[in-house]
């Protein structure tokens, strides 16, 4: 295993899903079911499906676009939608 990219990615989805609607769904459920385990076991499994999804993506992409394009158009479509978000809001 590559620890300094087990770490980086630990770091950065760790940081990314801090305070999201996931977290907020997640509060939501608990509080509303008061089963807090049955909870934590239903997120945990659907990130990890939406996660295997995700590399599975990644990685067929990466043998045929390379990984300065994908993360370019990454970082533009967060831009994007940042830009078209603040639109909306004003």
């Known amino acids: 295993m590559d620890w300094r990219v087990f770490l980086a990615t630990f770091t950065a ?12 769904v997640g509060i939501g459920m608990a509080a509303k079911t008061g089963k807090p385990i049955s909870v934590w076991l239903g997120s945990v499994s659907a990130y990890v499906i939406v996660t295997i999804i995700s590399v599975i993506i ?12 994908i993360r370019y158009v990454g970082a533009s479509s967060f831009i994007l939608i940042g830009i078209l978000m603040l639109c909306k809001v004003f």
């Open 13 to 24: 989805v760790f940081f990314a899903e801090l305070a999201d609607k996931t977290q907020l």
């Open 58 to 69: 990644g990685a067929v992409m990466a043998k045929f676009i390379k990984p300065e394009i």
